[in-house]
């Protein structure tokens, strides 16, 4: 259960980053007004994915000496 949580958490944080950008699109003062145009479709998905992809990729494991400088 508790690895469903952290997958619908991911999803929900990917989700809002959208919706944040949507929130944005809809804004009377966007480029189009109160309907969405393309390039913010561009930027929506875009968003989407990115926070997506931030959590797709795992941390590897911290270095064996302690050191987690680079």
């Given at each position: 259960?508790?690895q469903?949580?952290?997958?619908?958490?991911?999803?929900?944080?990917?989700?809002?980053a959208?919706?944040a950008?949507v929130?944005?699109?809809?804004?009377?003062?966007s480029?189009?007004?109160?309907?969405?145009?393309?390039?913010?479709?561009?930027?929506?998905?875009t968003?989407?994915?990115?926070?997506?992809?931030?959590?797709?990729?795992?941390?590897?494991a911290p270095?064996?000496d302690g050191?987690?400088?680079l």
């Amino acid at each position: 259960m508790g690895q469903y949580i952290k997958y619908a958490a991911k999803a929900c944080v990917a989700l809002g980053a959208a919706l944040a950008v949507v929130g944005t699109a809809v804004l009377p003062d966007s480029a189009g007004g109160a309907s969405v145009t393309v390039q913010e479709w561009v930027s929506i998905g875009t968003a989407l994915l990115a926070a997506l992809g931030v959590y797709a990729v795992p941390n590897g494991a911290p270095p064996a000496d302690g050191d987690h400088e680079l």
